[in-house]
C-alpha cells in the first residue's frame, strides 16, 4: 500500500494553483510580467570535463549556514572585542559544549521516522504527530528595548523602527550560552495591501506609510531564551537586551568592501567617495558564517526605483540586464518610494540602483558594528549565500542568482580562515570577503541529445554531467574582455553572459553539507523554459514549462571546494510523485511527498536535507520537506509540515542540537482581494494575516525527524 499523503479538502478557501498575483506585486515587482533581463544566447558548455571526485579533505569546522555553527569559541572573542562589557551575558569560550557548535552526541541515527504531514490548503501550521510549535515572534511585536507595543490603526516610522519587520524569510540562530541565543531574520519586503487598513493604491498612500514600509524592510536581531528544558525558544522581554538590533532600509548605514567600493558606478550626490548606502533592499535569504556573522542577500531590489526612462542611455543596458525599466517612467509593481526619498528615483539618481543587489554581512554580535556590503561577491539577484572552510582554509561562499535563465557562482577568498576563539582571529576573519576570486558556472552534460524537454530519464538512468567554474575577476583583476574588475562586479550578469554561463531555472538557495562536502541548490521553476525565442530544456534544467522544479547536487573535484571542475547530478526532479516526469534519486515514488518549488535548503546534524517551498503549483500550501542524501533512504522525500493559507515557508534552521526547526512563516493570506478588513487568513493570532517565525519540536525532546 503506498503510504503517499494525499491531499486534504478545500475547506472555505480557494487557492491558485501556484503563487497569486498579489504575491508576485510585492515580492518581485511584477518580474513574471517584464521581459526576462537575461537575453544573452550563451553556447553550452559541452566538453567531458575529467573529474575525479572524493569527498576526502572537507574542513567539517567551516559548512554552516542552516546546519550548524562550527565556528567554536567566537562569541567570546567577539565579546571580549566588541560588544560593550557591562550588557554582555556570561558566555562559554567552547561553543562545542553548549549545543550550537558542532553536531553533539545523542542527536539522533538520521532515520526520518515522523509520519508525512498530507497535503493541505487549511489556514493553520501544521506539525506531525508528536511535534508541538510555537510562535516566537510576529510582525510589530516589539525588538529594541522600550519599543512601543504594535498598534495597527496608529502604525508609525519611528515605532516600526524598533519593532519586528515585515515578511520575515531567512532565519539564522547565533548561540550565547546553553539557554540563550541570538535570533537573525530578514524582512524581504511588505504587503501594504495586509498593512494598512484602508488602503486603496500605493498612490494613496501617506509619505508617513511609505516610511513605516521603509522601516518593516531589512533585518532584525532578537535575544531568544529556551523554554525549561524544551527544545522551544522565546523571547526575552526583560533586562537590557544589548544585542536587539533593527536594520532597515531607510535609516541604517552600510560600508561598502572589496574592489568595487569607491567606483564612479558606485558614487552619487548624497555619497560622493561611493562607500556609505543607506538601507538595504530586498534581503531574501542567507547563510550564517564561521566567525558568527549573518550574510543576507539583496534580491529583487529593481522594484524600488523609478525613472529608468530618463536615466543616461549608456546606463540604460545595464538597468535592463537587472529588470529595472528603461521605457516606462512607473513600470508595473512600483512602489513610488520616491515620493518619500529621491534617491529611488534615476532620472535623478541613476547610481543608486548600483548600490543595492549585494550580498550583506551583520555581525550580531557587536551591535554597534556598522553592517557591510561586500562587492567582491558580485551584485546581482542574491537569494543568499552559505559559506564553507575549504581544506585549503580558504573560505568558499556559494550563490544562486534568482532570475528565470541566471547563473550559480561561488566566491573564494584571497586570505585563510583563522581558527581560534581570540579577538585577532575574529578581526581577522570579519575581512574575508572582502578580497578574493569570483566565478560562475558552466555546465556540460552527458546526455545532451536525449532532453526533449518532457522530462523523460535519459539511458543511463540519471541527470547529471560534469561543470567548470569559470573565473570572472579575481581581485582588481578582470578575466572578462571588454570589463574592468569594478565593471564585472557591479554587472555581474553581463559578466557572466560574456563568458556563456548556463543558463538555469531560478538558482536559489545555494548550500554546503557538513558532512559530506556536497552542495545542494534549489532550482524553484522557470515556466518560460522552451518557450519561443527561451532557452530549451537542458540535462540539468530537462523540462520545458517548468512549473515544479528540482534539486541540483554539486560535488567539487577531489572535495576541494576551490577547484575549478565539479560533477553534478539532480537527485530531486519535483512536482506529483505520480507524474512521469518527476524524480526521487530512483527511490519508489509511491512512497515519496509530492513537492512543487523547492526554494531554500538546510541540512540537520545528522546530515538530512531539509527543503522549503514556495509557490506550490500543485494546488496545496507549501512547507517544509526532508530527506536523506546518502544510503538506500536518498530521494524519500517526506513532508514534514505546512504553512497556512497564501503563506510561503522560508528559512529553515534546525539547530545543532536537532532538537529545534525555526521557519519563517512568510506572507500568509496574501491571497488576491486580501485586505486587512477582508483577510484570506486569520493566522495566527485569529484577528489578521500576521507573518511570523515559529519554532517547532519533539514532545518528548528527542531529535527532529526521527
Not at 572573542?77 to 559544549?97: I, K, N, Q, R, T
Amino acid at each position: 500500500m503506498s503510504d503517499r499523503p494525499r491531499l486534504l479538502p478545500l475547506l472555505g478557501t480557494t487557492r491558485h494553483g501556484s503563487r497569486d498575483a498579489m504575491t508576485c506585486l510585492y515580492r518581485c515587482g511584477n518580474a513574471c510580467d517584464h521581459p526576462v533581463p537575461n537575453t544573452s544566447d550563451n553556447a553550452y558548455f559541452g566538453d567531458v570535463v575529467n573529474a575525479e571526485v572524493s569527498r576526502r579533505g572537507v574542513v567539517r569546522t567551516g559548512a554552516v549556514g542552516a546546519l550548524v555553527l562550527g565556528f567554536s569559541g567566537a562569541v567570546a572573542g567577539a565579546l571580549a572585542g566588541a560588544a560593550p562589557a557591562a550588557a554582555a551575558p556570561e558566555v562559554p569560550a567552547d561553543l562545542d559544549a553548549i549545543g550550537f557548535g558542532r553536531p553533539e552526541k545523542g542527536v539522533g541515527n538520521g532515520a526520518l521516522t515522523f509520519k508525512p504531514v498530507p497535503p493541505n490548503t487549511l489556514d493553520s501550521f501544521i506539525v506531525p504527530n508528536g511535534y508541538d510549535h510555537a510562535v516566537v515572534i510576529t510582525w510589530g511585536d516589539p525588538v529594541e528595548p522600550g519599543a512601543p507595543e504594535f498598534d495597527l490603526h496608529g502604525q508609525t516610522a519611528a515605532a516600526q523602527a524598533k519593532q519586528f519587520g515585515y515578511n520575515n524569510d531567512f532565519v539564522g540562530i547565533i548561540p550565547l550560552n546553553r539557554r540563550r541565543a541570538l535570533l537573525v531574520v530578514n524582512h524581504e519586503y511588505t504587503n501594504e495591501n495586509l498593512m494598512f487598513p484602508g488602503f486603496t493604491s500605493q498612490d494613496a498612500l501617506s509619505v508617513e506609510q511609505l516610511k513605516i514600509a521603509m522601516a518593516a524592510h531589512g533585518m532584525s536581531v532578537v535575544e531568544l531564551e529556551r523554554v525549561g528544558g524544551t527544545g522551544q525558544w522565546r523571547p526575552v522581554d526583560s533586562g537590557r537586551r544589548p544585542y536587539n538590533r533593527r536594520v532597515t532600509a531607510n535609516t541604517t548605514r552600510f560600508e561598502l568592501t572589496g574592489p568595487a567600493a569607491g567606483s564612479a558606478w558606485l558614487r552619487t550626490a548624497a555619497d560622493p567617495k561611493g562607500r556609505t548606502v543607506v538601507g538595504t533592499l530586498n534581503n531574501c535569504a542567507g547563510g550564517v558564517t564561521p566567525w558568527g556573522t549573518v550574510l543576507s542577500g539583496e534580491e529583487n531590489f529593481n522594484q524600488y526605483f523609478v525613472g529608468g526612462d530618463a536615466a543616461p542611455e549608456d546606463a540604460k543596458p545595464k538597468l535592463a540586464r537587472y529588470g529595472i525599466s528603461t521605457t516606462a517612467r512607473y513600470p508595473s509593481g512600483s512602489r513610488k518610494w520616491e515620493r518619500a526619498d529621491e534617491r529611488f528615483d534615476l532620472a535623478r539618481h541613476p547610481n543608486e540602483a548600483n548600490r543595492h543587489g549585494w550580498i550583506v554581512e551583520i555581525d550580531p554580535l557587536d551591535p554597534e558594528s556598522r553592517p557591510r556590503k561586500h562587492t567582491a561577491l558580485g551584485r546581482f539577484k542574491h537569494e543568499g549565500a552559505n559559506v564553507i572552510v575549504a581544506k585549503s582554509g580558504h573560505v568558499v561562499a556559494y550563490m544562486g542568482d534568482d532570475e528565470r535563465f541566471d547563473y550559480l557562482y561561488k566566491f573564494v577568498s584571497d586570505k585563510k580562515y583563522m581558527k581560534g576563539n581570540s579577538w585577532v582571529a575574529r578581526r581577522h576573519n570579519l575581512t574575508l570577503l572582502e578580497s578574493g576570486t569570483l566565478y560562475v558556472a558552466k555546465l556540460g552534460f552527458t546526455s545532451a541529445g536525449e532532453i526533449d524537454g518532457s522530462g523523460a530519464l535519459p539511458t543511463d538512468g540519471a541527470f547529471d554531467g560534469t561543470g567548470q567554474w569559470i573565473k570572472l575577476v579575481s581581485g582588481n583583476r578582470s578575466y572578462v574582455e571588454g570589463m574592468t574588475a569594478a565593471d564585472v562586479l557591479t554587472f555581474t550578469r553581463l559578466a557572466g553572459d560574456k563568458v556563456g554561463a548556463t543558463k538555469m531555472d531560478r538558482p536559489e538557495d545555494v548550500e554546503p553539507s557538513l558532512l559530506t562536502g556536497k552542495v545542494y541548490v534549489a532550482l524553484t521553476n522557470n515556466t518560460d523554459r522552451g518557450k519561443p525565442g527561451k532557452a530549451a530544456a537542458d540535462e540539468a534544467n530537462p523540462r520545458n514549462l517548468n512549473k515544479h522544479g528540482q534539486v541540483l547536487e554539486l560535488v567539487e573535484h577531489r572535495g576541494d571546494h576551490t577547484a575549478d571542475t565539479f560533477t553534478w547530478s539532480l537527485p530531486i526532479v519535483a512536482g506529483d510523485p505520480t507524474d512521469a516526469s518527476t524524480y526521487f534519486a530512483g527511490y519508489d515514488k509511491t512512497r515519496v511527498s509530492p513537492i512543487s518549488c523547492p526554494d531554500n535548503v538546510a541540512f540537520d546534524a545528522t546530515g538530512n536535507l531539509w527543503i522549503s517551498t514556495d509557490g506550490n503549483a500543485l494546488g496545496s500550501n507549501d512547507g517544509l520537506f526532508a530527506t536523506a542524501v546518502e544510503g538506500p533512504e536518498r530521494g524519500h522525500l517526506k513532508q514534514f509540515l505546512t504553512v497556512p493559507v497564501g503563506a510561503e515557508a522560508c528559512g529553515p534552521f534546525i539547530t545543532s542540537d536537532n532538537r529545534s526547526v525555526f521557519v519563517a512563516v512568510q506572507h500568509p493570506g496574501e491571497i488576491d482581494g486580501a485586505s486587512v478588513e477582508n483577510p484570506a487568513s486569520n493566522w495566527p493570532d485569529g484577528d489578521y494575516a500576521k507573518p511570523a517565525v515559529v519554532v517547532t519540536w519533539r514532545l518528548d525532546g528527542g531529535p527532529i525527524g526521527s
